[in-house]
Protein backbone atom coordinates (compact mmCIF):
# COMPACT_ATOMS: atom_id res chain seq x y z
CA UNK A 1 0.00 0.00 0.00
CA UNK A 2 1.37 3.18 -0.70
CA UNK A 3 1.79 6.16 1.22
CA UNK A 4 0.80 9.72 0.86
CA UNK A 5 1.98 13.09 2.82
CA UNK A 6 2.29 16.47 2.73
CA UNK A 7 4.77 18.70 3.37
CA UNK A 8 4.33 22.08 4.44
CA UNK A 9 6.86 24.97 3.13
CA UNK A 10 7.10 28.72 3.45
CA UNK A 11 7.56 29.97 -0.56
CA UNK A 12 10.06 32.38 0.71
CA UNK A 13 12.28 29.63 2.67
CA UNK A 14 12.07 26.80 -0.08
CA UNK A 15 9.28 26.80 -2.77
CA UNK A 16 7.89 24.24 -5.55
CA UNK A 17 9.90 25.85 -8.08
CA UNK A 18 12.97 25.84 -6.13
CA UNK A 19 12.48 21.38 -5.95
CA UNK A 20 11.51 21.34 -9.34
CA UNK A 21 15.04 23.55 -10.35
CA UNK A 22 16.88 21.61 -7.99
CA UNK A 23 15.52 18.37 -9.23
CA UNK A 24 15.97 16.67 -5.41
CA UNK A 25 16.23 17.55 -2.25
CA UNK A 26 17.10 16.74 1.28
CA UNK A 27 13.98 17.67 3.53
CA UNK A 28 15.67 18.79 6.47
CA UNK A 29 14.79 20.96 9.62
CA UNK A 30 11.63 19.51 11.15
CA UNK A 31 11.94 20.53 14.48
CA UNK A 32 8.83 18.41 15.37
CA UNK A 33 8.63 15.11 17.12
CA UNK A 34 5.12 14.40 15.50
CA UNK A 35 6.50 15.56 12.42
CA UNK A 36 9.97 13.86 12.24
CA UNK A 37 7.92 10.75 13.00
CA UNK A 38 5.89 11.16 9.76
CA UNK A 39 9.27 11.55 8.57
CA UNK A 40 10.51 7.85 9.81
CA UNK A 41 7.47 6.00 8.92
CA UNK A 42 8.03 7.71 4.76
CA UNK A 43 9.41 5.00 2.56
CA UNK A 44 10.67 5.40 -0.77
CA UNK A 45 8.06 5.56 -3.42
CA UNK A 46 5.43 6.93 -1.53
CA UNK A 47 4.17 10.55 -2.78
CA UNK A 48 4.14 13.35 -1.33
CA UNK A 49 1.75 16.74 -1.51
CA UNK A 50 3.68 20.08 -1.42
CA UNK A 51 1.68 22.64 0.05
CA UNK A 52 2.92 26.55 0.23
CA UNK A 53 2.23 27.92 3.82
CA UNK A 54 1.99 31.54 4.29
CA UNK A 55 -0.20 33.64 2.19
CA UNK A 56 -0.82 30.70 -0.50
CA UNK A 57 -1.75 27.44 1.45
CA UNK A 58 -2.41 25.68 -1.55
CA UNK A 59 -1.46 22.37 -2.88
CA UNK A 60 1.00 23.57 -5.32
CA UNK A 61 2.46 19.86 -6.34
CA UNK A 62 2.90 16.43 -5.81
CA UNK A 63 6.91 15.08 -5.13
CA UNK A 64 7.70 11.47 -4.27
CA UNK A 65 9.93 10.09 -1.49
CA UNK A 66 13.54 9.18 -3.33
CA UNK A 67 15.34 8.39 0.28
CA UNK A 68 13.81 7.06 3.38
CA UNK A 69 14.40 8.63 7.03
CA UNK A 70 17.92 9.20 7.58
CA UNK A 71 19.79 11.23 10.28
CA UNK A 72 19.41 14.86 9.75
CA UNK A 73 23.23 16.63 9.06
CA UNK A 74 21.67 19.58 9.68
CA UNK A 75 20.58 19.00 13.57
CA UNK A 76 23.50 20.00 16.52
CA UNK A 77 21.70 18.42 19.11
CA UNK A 78 18.82 16.06 19.44
CA UNK A 79 17.69 13.07 17.36
CA UNK A 80 15.91 14.01 13.95
CA UNK A 81 15.68 12.31 10.89
CA UNK A 82 15.40 13.72 7.16
CA UNK A 83 14.04 12.64 4.02
CA UNK A 84 14.83 13.08 0.19
CA UNK A 85 12.31 14.27 -2.10
CA UNK A 86 11.96 14.80 -5.56
CA UNK A 87 9.08 16.62 -7.76
CA UNK A 88 6.71 14.05 -9.92
CA UNK A 89 4.45 16.97 -11.48
CA UNK A 90 3.34 20.65 -11.43
CA UNK A 91 -0.52 20.75 -10.54
CA UNK A 92 -2.53 22.07 -13.71
CA UNK A 93 -4.71 23.62 -10.44
CA UNK A 94 -3.52 24.94 -7.32
CA UNK A 95 -5.86 23.25 -4.71
CA UNK A 96 -6.49 25.83 -2.14
CA UNK A 97 -6.76 24.55 1.87
CA UNK A 98 -10.63 26.57 1.55
CA UNK A 99 -11.70 23.99 -0.74
CA UNK A 100 -10.11 21.38 1.14
CA UNK A 101 -11.92 22.34 4.54
CA UNK A 102 -14.89 22.55 2.55
CA UNK A 103 -14.51 18.94 1.64
CA UNK A 104 -16.48 17.19 4.17
CA UNK A 105 -14.62 13.59 3.22
CA UNK A 106 -11.64 15.56 4.60
CA UNK A 107 -12.21 17.34 7.64
CA UNK A 108 -10.40 15.05 9.54
CA UNK A 109 -7.30 14.95 8.13
CA UNK A 110 -3.77 16.32 10.11
CA UNK A 111 -3.93 19.31 7.46
CA UNK A 112 -7.24 20.56 9.61
CA UNK A 113 -6.64 19.22 12.86
CA UNK A 114 -2.76 20.04 12.83
CA UNK A 115 -2.67 23.05 11.10
CA UNK A 116 0.81 23.58 12.71
CA UNK A 117 2.39 20.19 11.58
CA UNK A 118 5.08 20.70 8.56
CA UNK A 119 5.04 16.36 7.67
CA UNK A 120 1.35 14.90 7.58
CA UNK A 121 0.76 11.79 7.23
CA UNK A 122 -2.85 10.44 6.05
CA UNK A 123 -5.30 8.69 8.37
CA UNK A 124 -3.92 5.38 9.83
CA UNK A 125 -5.29 2.16 10.09
CA UNK A 126 -3.93 -0.76 12.59
CA UNK A 127 -4.45 -4.27 11.29
CA UNK A 128 -4.07 -7.05 13.64
CA UNK A 129 -3.55 -10.75 13.86
CA UNK A 130 -4.42 -12.39 16.55
CA UNK A 131 -3.62 -15.85 17.84
CA UNK A 132 -0.57 -15.85 16.23
CA UNK A 133 1.10 -19.34 17.87
CA UNK A 134 4.18 -22.01 16.94
CA UNK A 135 0.94 -24.14 15.63
CA UNK A 136 -0.51 -21.47 13.30
CA UNK A 137 3.20 -19.84 11.92
CA UNK A 138 2.95 -20.92 8.51
CA UNK A 139 -0.99 -19.86 7.62
CA UNK A 140 0.03 -16.51 9.83
CA UNK A 141 2.80 -16.14 7.72
CA UNK A 142 0.81 -16.48 4.56
CA UNK A 143 -1.43 -13.79 5.62
CA UNK A 144 1.33 -11.55 6.18
CA UNK A 145 2.22 -12.39 2.83
CA UNK A 146 -0.77 -11.42 1.17
CA UNK A 147 -1.30 -8.06 3.10
CA UNK A 148 2.48 -7.16 1.86
CA UNK A 149 1.05 -7.70 -1.20
CA UNK A 150 -1.69 -5.41 -0.51
CA UNK A 151 0.45 -2.86 0.25
CA UNK A 152 0.51 -3.42 4.03
CA UNK A 153 3.90 -3.39 5.63
CA UNK A 154 3.22 -3.51 9.33
CA UNK A 155 0.69 -4.60 11.43
CA UNK A 156 0.43 -5.59 15.14
CA UNK A 157 0.82 -9.42 15.79
CA UNK A 158 -0.85 -10.89 18.97
CA UNK A 159 1.04 -13.53 19.84
CA UNK A 160 -0.60 -16.37 22.63
CA UNK A 161 2.19 -17.41 25.30
CA UNK A 162 1.26 -21.07 25.59
CA UNK A 163 -1.97 -21.64 23.01
CA UNK A 164 -4.05 -23.74 24.65
CA UNK A 165 -1.48 -25.54 27.02
CA UNK A 166 -0.07 -26.60 23.83
CA UNK A 167 3.60 -25.32 25.15
CA UNK A 168 5.88 -22.36 25.50
CA UNK A 169 5.90 -20.51 22.44
CA UNK A 170 9.11 -19.06 22.74
CA UNK A 171 10.79 -22.70 23.22
CA UNK A 172 10.35 -22.88 19.68
CA UNK A 173 13.95 -21.52 18.25
CA UNK A 174 12.10 -20.91 14.72
CA UNK A 175 9.04 -19.48 15.69
CA UNK A 176 11.01 -17.05 18.20
CA UNK A 177 13.37 -16.06 15.45
CA UNK A 178 10.28 -15.54 12.74
CA UNK A 179 8.91 -12.94 15.43
CA UNK A 180 11.97 -11.59 15.98
CA UNK A 181 12.54 -11.08 11.82
CA UNK A 182 9.14 -9.41 11.45
CA UNK A 183 9.95 -7.15 14.59
CA UNK A 184 13.13 -5.66 13.24
CA UNK A 185 10.96 -5.11 10.13
CA UNK A 186 8.46 -2.80 12.27
CA UNK A 187 5.88 -5.41 12.91
CA UNK A 188 4.86 -5.16 16.56
CA UNK A 189 4.78 -8.12 19.34
CA UNK A 190 1.45 -7.74 21.48
CA UNK A 191 0.84 -9.89 24.61
CA UNK A 192 -2.19 -11.59 23.79
CA UNK A 193 -3.49 -13.79 27.14
CA UNK A 194 -1.61 -16.64 27.78
CA UNK A 195 -2.97 -19.77 27.27
CA UNK A 196 -6.09 -18.29 25.19
CA UNK A 197 -8.68 -20.46 27.14
CA UNK A 198 -11.38 -20.25 30.18
CA UNK A 199 -12.65 -23.26 31.68
CA UNK A 200 -16.28 -23.39 32.46
CA UNK A 201 -17.56 -22.89 35.75
CA UNK A 202 -20.64 -23.74 37.77
CA UNK A 203 -21.67 -20.95 39.22
CA UNK A 204 -22.20 -18.70 35.68
CA UNK A 205 -24.61 -16.59 34.96
CA UNK A 206 -26.80 -15.90 31.38
CA UNK A 207 -24.46 -13.01 30.85
CA UNK A 208 -21.57 -14.91 31.51
CA UNK A 209 -22.34 -17.80 29.39
CA UNK A 210 -23.21 -16.04 26.50
CA UNK A 211 -20.02 -13.76 26.42
CA UNK A 212 -17.65 -16.82 27.36
CA UNK A 213 -19.44 -19.17 25.22
CA UNK A 214 -21.43 -18.09 22.40
CA UNK A 215 -19.44 -14.71 21.96
CA UNK A 216 -16.29 -16.19 22.19
CA UNK A 217 -15.97 -20.05 22.12
CA UNK A 218 -14.43 -20.81 25.70
CA UNK A 219 -11.54 -18.30 25.25
CA UNK A 220 -12.33 -15.27 27.27
CA UNK A 221 -9.30 -16.19 29.77
CA UNK A 222 -9.02 -12.97 31.01
CA UNK A 223 -12.49 -12.35 31.68
CA UNK A 224 -13.09 -12.52 35.19
CA UNK A 225 -9.57 -13.42 36.28
CA UNK A 226 -8.64 -12.28 39.70
CA UNK A 227 -5.99 -9.33 39.96
CA UNK A 228 -2.65 -11.79 41.52
CA UNK A 229 -3.71 -14.85 38.64
CA UNK A 230 -3.79 -12.00 35.48
CA UNK A 231 -0.58 -10.29 37.04
CA UNK A 232 1.12 -13.43 37.36
CA UNK A 233 0.21 -14.43 33.55
CA UNK A 234 0.69 -11.42 32.00
CA UNK A 235 3.89 -10.51 33.77
CA UNK A 236 5.54 -14.23 33.01
CA UNK A 237 4.49 -13.42 29.38
CA UNK A 238 6.32 -10.61 28.88
CA UNK A 239 9.59 -11.94 30.58
CA UNK A 240 9.35 -14.66 28.41
CA UNK A 241 9.09 -12.46 25.74
CA UNK A 242 11.70 -10.02 26.60
CA UNK A 243 14.15 -12.87 27.29
CA UNK A 244 13.30 -14.03 24.00
CA UNK A 245 14.70 -10.82 22.36
CA UNK A 246 11.30 -9.44 21.36
CA UNK A 247 9.91 -6.22 22.89
CA UNK A 248 6.12 -6.23 23.57
CA UNK A 249 4.31 -3.04 24.53
CA UNK A 250 0.67 -3.62 24.74
CA UNK A 251 -1.53 -6.46 26.11
CA UNK A 252 -4.60 -7.55 24.48
CA UNK A 253 -7.12 -9.58 25.83
CA UNK A 254 -8.55 -12.95 24.31
CA UNK A 255 -11.69 -11.83 22.86
CA UNK A 256 -11.30 -8.44 24.74
CA UNK A 257 -12.70 -9.82 27.26
CA UNK A 258 -10.73 -8.30 29.51
CA UNK A 259 -12.05 -7.11 33.24
CA UNK A 260 -11.05 -4.13 35.82
CA UNK A 261 -8.58 -7.09 37.50
CA UNK A 262 -7.28 -8.14 34.50
CA UNK A 263 -6.39 -4.17 33.24
CA UNK A 264 -5.00 -3.00 36.11
CA UNK A 265 -2.60 -5.98 36.28
CA UNK A 266 -1.49 -4.90 32.74
CA UNK A 267 -1.22 -1.77 34.03
CA UNK A 268 1.00 -2.97 36.82
CA UNK A 269 3.29 -4.82 34.49
CA UNK A 270 4.09 -1.89 33.04
CA UNK A 271 2.42 -2.46 29.54
CA UNK A 272 1.33 0.86 27.82
CA UNK A 273 -1.87 0.02 26.26
CA UNK A 274 -4.45 -2.20 25.75
CA UNK A 275 -7.36 -2.90 23.17
CA UNK A 276 -11.18 -3.71 23.39
CA UNK A 277 -13.81 -4.38 20.79
CA UNK A 278 -14.83 -0.72 21.13
CA UNK A 279 -11.50 1.23 22.38
CA UNK A 280 -8.17 1.41 22.74
CA UNK A 281 -6.31 2.59 25.84
CA UNK A 282 -3.68 4.34 26.96
CA UNK A 283 -2.35 2.52 30.18
CA UNK A 284 -0.15 5.25 31.07
CA UNK A 285 -2.22 7.76 30.93
CA UNK A 286 -5.78 6.24 31.47
CA UNK A 287 -6.95 7.94 28.22
CA UNK A 288 -9.15 5.77 26.15
CA UNK A 289 -9.95 6.47 22.83
CA UNK A 290 -13.24 4.94 20.94
CA UNK A 291 -11.90 2.72 17.76
CA UNK A 292 -14.87 0.13 17.17
CA UNK A 293 -12.36 -2.88 15.04
CA UNK A 294 -13.94 -4.79 11.97
CA UNK A 295 -13.71 -8.22 12.93
CA UNK A 296 -15.25 -11.77 11.61
CA UNK A 297 -16.94 -14.95 12.87
CA UNK A 298 -16.30 -17.74 10.81
CA UNK A 299 -17.24 -20.81 12.86
CA UNK A 300 -20.55 -21.56 11.14
CA UNK A 301 -22.20 -20.62 7.45
CA UNK A 302 -24.88 -18.25 9.55
CA UNK A 303 -21.99 -16.46 11.44
CA UNK A 304 -19.92 -16.00 8.33
CA UNK A 305 -23.21 -14.47 6.36
CA UNK A 306 -23.76 -12.08 9.20
CA UNK A 307 -20.11 -10.67 9.71
CA UNK A 308 -19.92 -9.69 5.96
CA UNK A 309 -23.37 -8.01 5.78
CA UNK A 310 -22.57 -6.29 9.12
CA UNK A 311 -18.89 -5.53 8.60
CA UNK A 312 -19.96 -4.08 5.04
CA UNK A 313 -22.41 -1.54 7.16
CA UNK A 314 -19.73 -1.29 9.75
CA UNK A 315 -16.99 -0.06 7.14
CA UNK A 316 -19.30 2.83 5.71
CA UNK A 317 -20.15 4.20 8.96
CA UNK A 318 -16.70 4.20 9.80
CA UNK A 319 -14.88 5.06 6.78
CA UNK A 320 -14.52 8.49 7.47
CA UNK A 321 -12.89 8.37 11.06
CA UNK A 322 -9.41 9.46 11.14
CA UNK A 323 -8.64 5.85 13.19
CA UNK A 324 -9.49 2.54 12.14
CA UNK A 325 -8.92 -0.96 13.14
CA UNK A 326 -9.43 -4.13 10.90
CA UNK A 327 -8.58 -7.48 13.27
CA UNK A 328 -8.03 -10.42 11.58
CA UNK A 329 -8.11 -14.17 12.87
CA UNK A 330 -6.29 -17.07 11.18
CA UNK A 331 -9.54 -18.87 10.14
CA UNK A 332 -10.80 -16.06 8.12
CA UNK A 333 -8.02 -16.38 5.39
CA UNK A 334 -9.45 -19.89 4.75
CA UNK A 335 -13.17 -18.65 3.82
CA UNK A 336 -12.49 -17.05 0.09
CA UNK A 337 -15.70 -14.79 0.70
CA UNK A 338 -14.66 -13.68 4.25
CA UNK A 339 -11.06 -12.96 2.91
CA UNK A 340 -12.21 -11.69 -0.18
CA UNK A 341 -13.97 -8.78 1.81
CA UNK A 342 -11.10 -8.56 3.80
CA UNK A 343 -8.89 -7.57 1.02
CA UNK A 344 -11.12 -5.31 -0.90
CA UNK A 345 -11.59 -3.34 2.19
CA UNK A 346 -7.68 -3.19 2.32
CA UNK A 347 -8.24 -1.90 -1.34
CA UNK A 348 -10.69 0.95 -0.66
CA UNK A 349 -8.26 2.50 1.76
CA UNK A 350 -5.14 2.33 -0.64
CA UNK A 351 -3.87 5.74 -0.68
CA UNK A 352 -5.82 7.44 1.81
CA UNK A 353 -4.72 5.92 5.49
CA UNK A 354 -1.32 4.66 6.61
CA UNK A 355 -1.02 1.23 7.90
CA UNK A 356 0.48 1.35 11.27
CA UNK A 357 1.13 -0.39 14.88
CA UNK A 358 -1.08 0.39 18.21
CA UNK A 359 2.42 1.38 19.87
CA UNK A 360 3.02 3.40 16.96
CA UNK A 361 -0.14 5.00 17.44
CA UNK A 362 -0.32 5.71 21.30
CA UNK A 363 3.18 7.09 20.30
CA UNK A 364 1.52 9.50 18.51
CA UNK A 365 -1.42 10.15 20.56
CA UNK A 366 1.06 11.10 23.67
CA UNK A 367 3.29 13.45 21.41
CA UNK A 368 0.32 15.45 20.13
CA UNK A 369 -0.60 15.76 23.50
CA UNK A 370 2.39 17.00 24.90
CA UNK A 371 2.80 19.33 21.95
CA UNK A 372 -0.80 20.47 22.79
CA UNK A 373 0.31 21.06 26.44
Not at 24 to 40: Q, S
Not at 107 to 123: E, G, H, T
Not at 250 to 264: D, N
Not at 292 to 299: A, L, Q
Request: glycine share 6%.
Amino acid sequence: MKNYWLVKQEPSSYAWSDLLADGETEWTGVRNYTARNNLRRMREGDEVLFYHSGEEKAVIGIAKVVRGAYPDSTATEGDWSAVDLAPTKSLRRQVTLREIKSAPRLKNIPLIRQSRLSVAARDFIVISLHDVAPANRDLADKIISELVRSGVRVCSLLVVPDYHHQGLATKDRAFVSWLRDLESEGYEIVIHGYFHERPRRPDETLRDKFLTRLYTHNEGEFYDLDYEEALQRITNARDEFRASGLTPRGFVAPAWLLGEEGERAARDADLEYTTRLRTVRDLRSGEEFPARSIVYSVRSNWRRAVSRAWNAALFQFLENNAFLRLSIHPPDYSHPIIWGQILRFIDMMNGTRTPTTYREWIAEQRLMVDRET
